[in-house]
């Protein structure tokens, strides 16, 4: 799986988007980029994932641009439970596909 | 909601005793998969099951450490002789093999070898 890059600590004021990014500037084509959050002693939490067209849910949205080679996750009104460490990983999907690896994130604090 | 559940959420236990944890993933999900993580660092891949058949291990998974599937519904992950390196959050996640196969974790089992 290619390697991602992310920022190791961002600050966001509630109520306002959190924009996280993420380079993965070796993805492959057969390669997903998947965000995870894990809030503070719990498990990681699944929140979006996609392979090259924009992704919106109910958590967040993923902005992947057109090379591939970078992603935006964005929170479009960040609150105080949304302090966590956010993981962007690239997964291949297929055959022989299965584990994640995960970096160690970006911690992103939501400051009142 | 049916989430991974994983039991117990903590253990403390002495240096060289035999532990064992239980995960049960979500319903119908046929992949299962085992981490580690340690604090300050992202979880680590040790195992994963495609229904009862164990078909990767890590390296990270010693000769120490064996999990089971049984009949391909939960799982159990048992580590012998414990060692105060094996403090971590253990976690476990299920996926179904259809579409993306996204993974869902459960809170994890945090060990303790004092």
């Known amino acids: 799986d290619a390697k991602t890059t992310q920022p190791p600590s961002m600050d966001c004021a509630e109520g306002r988007a959190a924009n996280l990014p993420c380079n993965h500037s070796t993805i492959s084509g057969n390669e997903y980029v998947y965000w995870y959050r894990q809030i503070h002693s719990q498990g990681p939490q699944y929140i979006i994932h996609g392979l090259k067209n924009n992704e919106t849910n109910e958590m967040a949205s993923l902005i992947i641009t057109e090379d591939r080679k970078s992603s935006t996750l964005i929170l479009p009104h960040a609150t105080l439970r949304d302090t966590a460490v956010y993981y962007c990983i690239v997964r291949l999907f297929g055959a022989g596909s299965y584990q994640l690896t995960f970096g160690k994130g970006t911690k992103l604090s939501v400051i009142p | 909601d049916t989430g991974v559940s994983q039991d117990p959420r903590h253990k403390i236990t002495k240096r060289g005793q035999n532990v064992t944890f239980r995960c049960d993933p979500i319903s119908e999900h046929n992949r299962l998969y085992w981490y580690r993580q340690t604090l300050g660092q992202g979880p680590e891949f040790l195992t994963y099951f495609q229904n009862e058949a164990q078909l990767e291990k890590s390296r990270l998974l010693s000769d120490r450490f064996s999990a089971e599937r049984p009949k391909g519904s939960f799982s159990t992950l048992e580590i012998q002789r414990t060692e105060q390196g094996d403090s971590a959050m253990y976690l476990c996640?299920?996926?179904?093999?259809?579409?993306?196969?996204?993974?869902?974790f459960g809170p994890g089992t945090r060990l303790t070898v004092l």
């Open positions: 996640a299920s996926s179904l093999v259809v579409g993306t196969d996204t993974q869902y």
